[in-house]
């Protein structure tokens, strides 16, 4: 076998052979087929695609590439959740002490932004002391302690996709539903989950932009959830205004905590639970009460303790930004309009996100929201306030806002679309 014979081959429209799949991706793991191979032949796909059963074998493949991980030592059901990524969603970060606190064990393996949506990690490590990074053993001490851990994916999981993912993202080949879908499954069917939950996020602040790519995505990943044994669903979910009314790492944080607490924005509210409800009936937890664990407080002493575990402290002050711009409202009338990319991208020109791996971010940075599309507008009034600890990037910032608010007469009837769109299964 050679790496230009399936290149040539995928070039010219054809379906690759599984013994193709199995050696390229074993080839290119062990350093054999080099990265300029495997870009044109990651361009070859996202150009003529792969029918189901090549993505099913590429999938099968990437996990073969590494370690899988068991949790059935485990006394408690399995669920997991993945979001394919927007702007302003924290929902991880509730919804994981969340769902523990309702008897299901959360293995939560998340990542680090990269553009203009915001990573998991990165807003967790605004909280004093906590740590993503932990050893198979520790993380299965904190899911047998408290329930849920929230962590880092240890080197040695889906191995093709961690060096494949690295060089589409400088290949121009990200945008591809059998890459994505296949990079997303072989992360999580390793990780060893029992059920799992999508976030299939659609709208501007997302990968998918329509609801018809949105729904192809999660059927796919759901395809192959269920090929793998691991009994998966999917919501489709609005993100074409940022979830919530922040976007920033500790900004994120402290609108987690008011939901934990029983507040915060309705939005995040309602996907929190929904998200929870479909974890729960996944892990054959059918009548567990998340909104009762919200109400009551067993939610947040899960989170307290969740944090202390990974060496953070629940009560320390979080990260502020030095520097505020505040924009004001230029209409009055109804907003129907909060573009979700231009503010995730607004936030990472103020610093709270990274252009390359190896950038730092700032964990005060950020953008909050003092009105989302619907809501009545006076001329004049603050609309969004920006905080960097740069405030050169204030310019770049607005300049990203340009043109992403729109507004309507007082009088016009306006309703914003829900924030569940459709449900997989
Ligand atoms: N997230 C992933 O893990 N992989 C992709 O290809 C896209 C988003």
Known sequence: MDA?????????????????????????????????????LAMAIFLNGMDRSEIARWTAAMIASGERMDFSSLPRPTADKHSTGGVGDKITLPLAPLVAACGAAVPQLSGRGLGHTGGTLDKLESIPGWRAQLSGDDMLAVLRDVGSVICAAGEGLARADKKLYALRDVTGTVES???????????????????????????????????????????????????????????????????????????????????????????????????????????????????????????????????????????????????????????????????????????????????????????GAGIELHAKPGDHIT????????????????PYALEALSGAIDYAPANTEFTTDPIVLERIA
């Open 177 to 363: 539903i059998p890459l994505i879908a296949s990079s997303i499954m072989s992360k999580k069917i390793a990780e060893g989950t029992g059920s799992l939950v999508l976030d299939v996020k659609v709208g501007s602040g997302a990968f998918m932009k329509d609801i018809g790519s949105a729904r192809e995505l999660a059927t796919t990943m759901v395809g192959l959830g269920h090929d793998h044994g691991v009994r998966t669903t999917a919501l489709l979910t609005d993100m074409s205004t940022p979830l919530g009314l922040t976007a920033g790492n500790a900004l994120e944080v402290r609108e987690s905590v008011e939901v934990l607490a029983g507040g915060g924005p309705a939005d995040v509210v309602e996907l929190t639970l929904a998200l929870a409800r479909e974890m729960l009936d996944a892990a054959g937890l059918k009548d567990a009460d998340p909104a009762g664990a919200l109400a009551d407080g067993t939610a947040m002493d899960h989170w307290r303790r969740m944090i202390a575990a990974q060496g953070g402290d629940p009560d320390a002050p979080l990260p502020v930004a030095r520097e505020h711009h505040v924009l004001h409202a230029e209409s009055t009338g109804v907003l129907t309009r909060l573009d979700a990319y231009a503010v995730g991208l607004a936030a990472w020109r103020l610093g709270a996100g990274r252009a390359r791996k190896e950038d730092p971010v700032q964990a």
């Open 4 to 40: 230009i014979s399936v290149i040539r081959a995928k070039r010219d429209g054809t379906r690759l052979t599984d013994a193709q799949i199995d050696w390229i991706i074993d080839a290119y793991t062990r350093g054999e087929v080099a990265d300029e191979q495997m870009s044109a």
């Open 379 to 394: 001329a004049g009034q603050p609309l969004l306030t920006l905080h960097t600890a740069t405030p050169s990037a204030f």
